[in-house]
């Protein structure tokens, strides 16, 4: 089954999210140390990253406190047959750019919108400008009984965050800064983002995918 990778890589200069610290890749120990005595037969390393940080799911916890945290939500929520919308003309996607699709969105777990703004990852105005939804639009998806949504976009909105709400407010799980949506095409799919058990928090980073239906 072609599976099509939809994570960005995490390396020491990963853009964080504005206001959050750097990623910080440490080699503890590795092969490549040619002196005899710092010689070590293996490579071991430790990341320090924020959680919002490149391909990452959001946690109803991340905006309510009494809601669950990402070791906390159902895994079978994290993958499951996903429809993707390509909305790449929109900087503010409202209800009425959904209400077309509304019978496709409701017979599928997981949303995928694709908006191209992937392509911007590591441009100025990456995280200033991208397209937003509307809590409209948020609230059309919770209608749908969507489980899932994910973007390709570092946040589904900006403060007062009327889409988070909306979304976390229903136990809509929400997977930001997905790549290469274009790959997966016309194809029917299913959609996988697993997160880290992190005890208690508002999110993980994620390795998301597409397998292609056969
Ligand atoms: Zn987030």
């Known amino acids: 089954m072609p599976l099509i990778d ?6 020491d200069d990963t853009p964080p999210f504005p206001g959050d610290p750097a990623v910080a ?5 590795s092969t490549d140390q040619t002196g005899r005595e710092e010689r070590q037969s293996l490579n071991c390393a430790q ?21 669950a945290t990402i070791d906390q939500i159902p895994l079978a929520d994290c993958a ?33 919108i ?18 937003v939804l509307t809590a409209a639009a948020a609230q059309l998806i919770v209608d749908c009984k969507v489980r899932l949504i994910g973007v390709d976009f570092p946040s589904v909105d900006r403060p007062p965050h009327p889409a988070h709400l909306v979304l976390l407010g229903h136990d809509v799980l929400i997977v930001e800064n997905l790549t290469n949506l274009a790959e997966i095409g016309d194809n029917a799919f299913t ?24």
Do not use: M
């Open 6 to 11: 939809l994570s960005h890589p995490l390396t």
């Open 25 to 29: 890749i440490k080699i503890l120990q």
């Open 47 to 67: 990341i320090t990253l924020p959680i919002h940080c490149a391909t990452h799911i959001d946690a109803p916890f991340h905006f309510y406190a009494d809601r």
């Open 80 to 112: 499951g047959p996903a429809y993707k919308i390509d909305l790449c003309e929109c900087p503010v996607i409202d209800e009425i750019d959904l209400a077309p699709h509304r019978d496709a969105i409701a017979g599928h777990p997981h949303l995928i």
């Open 114 to 131: 694709n908006t191209g703004w992937y392509e911007q990852w590591r441009q100025p105005g990456f995280f200033s400008e991208h397209p």
């Open 191 to 214: 959609f996988s983002a697993i997160p880290l058990a992190i005890a208690g928090r508002d999110g993980s980073p994620v390795r998301a995918f597409a397998t292609i239906a056969e």
